[in-house]
């Protein structure tokens, strides 16, 4: 396969409403979409959404670099997944600009040679996920998931709330019937001793794991000593060589990987077998993508087919995504085979 050219579109995708976590609430999104050609005239789609709170990495900074680092990928062979690593790994310091073009070679090359498709199960589960709503809120799209067919949850919880989600989750007859997994994401913001104050009002039977509940890797190393609730490592992971450091040299079992923080989707194959050595276990998640980015996702899912719940049901979000979702979430599950992935995508942002 040879890359015959590459158009960049920056783009604002707006949330269908305000969507809230422990730190920030999002009105909009703003990414970068790839449109790709070959030698061969196949055309792909991919997506670049730098989250900046995790780095120094904006849509800007991808737009001005973006000619000089694409004239050394222009025109290269390209036959395998090695081939695309060492194409983009000279890229240096620009993990959602090398995911992105990752995107793209690796939907030419299982274009030209779909025997590179990883083999994995025929569907993954994902988690529903629940923002910093009003209570009543929160209560009614609990509902709609469970009664939807969802088995894993994920909640936003801050100094607000907590008292209330253990509440609900501890008390909900209709959630332990329906043998719900429930996960917690704090996004950093609470100190050590709330931290561990938190852990201990919710039930462990309940909760699967509690997403980075302080910002200091050292004392999540502690509250995972201390709790029978596992904890999640999310926004402290911010490289690849970090995430491989942790997965040796830390206690904690649950790492949550971005493709777009790590640097591309390849990268999880590389973690798939230390974390199987050392026990650990890796959930892929998104980065806020649109139904494009969601695509590539899944690729990464397939890589990985470690049979966990993964994160990646984020798209559904945005009022203006660029094309139909192909694999819509169905009670939980997201239905996935080769020739689902090589499937046109129709959009028109390019025209």
Same mark, same amino acid.
């Given at each position: 396969?040879?890359?015959? %050219?590459? @158009? ?7 949330? +269908?409403?305000?969507? +809230? ?40 900074? #991808?737009? $001005? ?5 694409? /004239?050394? !990928?222009?025109? @290269? ?20 600009? =090398? ?10 090359? *299982? ?15 994902? $988690? ?9 809120? *929160?209560? @009614? ?17 801050? %100094?607000?709330?907590? #008292?209330?989600? &253990?509440?609900? #989750? ?6 332990? /019937?329906?043998?719900? %997994? ?8 609470? &100190?050590?001793?709330?931290?561990? %104050? ?23 190393? *502690? ?7 596992? !904890? ?14 942790? *997965?040796?040299?830390?206690? !904690?079992?649950?790492?949550?990987? /971005? ?7 390849? /990268? ?12 650990? @276990?890796? !959930? ?9 980015? =969601? ?11 470690? +049979? ?11 009022? +203006?995504?660029?094309? $139909? ?27």
């Amino acid at each position: 396969m040879i890359l015959k %050219r590459v @158009k960049y579109k920056p783009f604002r995708l707006n949330f +269908n409403s305000s969507f +809230n976590n422990s730190k920030t609430t999002f009105a909009f999104r703003d990414v970068i979409f790839f449109e790709a050609e070959d030698s061969c005239g196949r055309i792909v789609y991919s997506e670049s959404a730098p989250l900046p709170e995790f780095g120094t990495e904006t849509t800007d900074s #991808i737009t $001005n670099c973006f000619d000089e680092v694409i /004239k050394d !990928i222009l025109g @290269k062979e390209i036959h395998s997944f090695d081939d695309i690593t060492n194409l983009l790994d000279p890229i240096g310091n620009k993990p959602s600009l =090398k995911c992105g073009l990752e995107q793209i070679l690796i939907a030419l090359l *299982i274009r030209e040679n779909p025997a590179l498709f990883p083999k994995s199960t025929s569907h993954f589960e994902v $988690n529903g996920l629940i923002g910093l709503n009003d209570h009543q809120e *929160i209560e @009614k799209v609990l509902e709609e998931k469970i009664n939807d067919g969802t088995k894993a949850i994920k909640l936003k919880v801050n %100094r607000d709330n907590h #008292i209330f989600l &253990s509440q609900l #989750i501890n008390n909900s007859t209709f959630a332990i /019937k329906n043998n719900i %997994r429930f996960r917690l994401d704090a996004n950093s913001i609470f &100190s050590f001793e709330e931290a561990e %104050r938190v852990l201990k009002s919710f039930d462990p039977k309940k909760i699967e794991y509690f997403e980075q509940p302080t910002s200091s890797i050292n004392e999540m190393e *502690i509250l995972e000593q201390n709790s029978e609730i596992p !904890i999640a490592l999310d926004e402290s992971l911010t490289s690849y060589d970090h995430v491989e450091k942790l *997965i040796k040299d830390s206690q !904690i079992k649950y790492f949550i990987i /971005k493709p777009m923080v790590l640097g591309g989707i390849l /990268k999880i194959n590389r973690l798939k077998k230390i974390a199987n050595d050392y026990g650990k @276990k890796l !959930i892929v998640s998104s980065a806020l993508e649109s139904h494009i980015g =969601k695509i590539h996702l899944l690729f990464g899912c397939a890589i990985l087919n470690n +049979n966990e719940t993964h994160g990646i049901d984020t798209s559904f979000m945005f009022s +203006n995504n660029p094309t $139909n979702d192909q694999f819509p979430t169905i009670s939980g599950k997201v239905d996935w085979e080769a020739e689902l992935f090589l499937n046109e995508v129709r959009t028109t942002i390019f025209e």
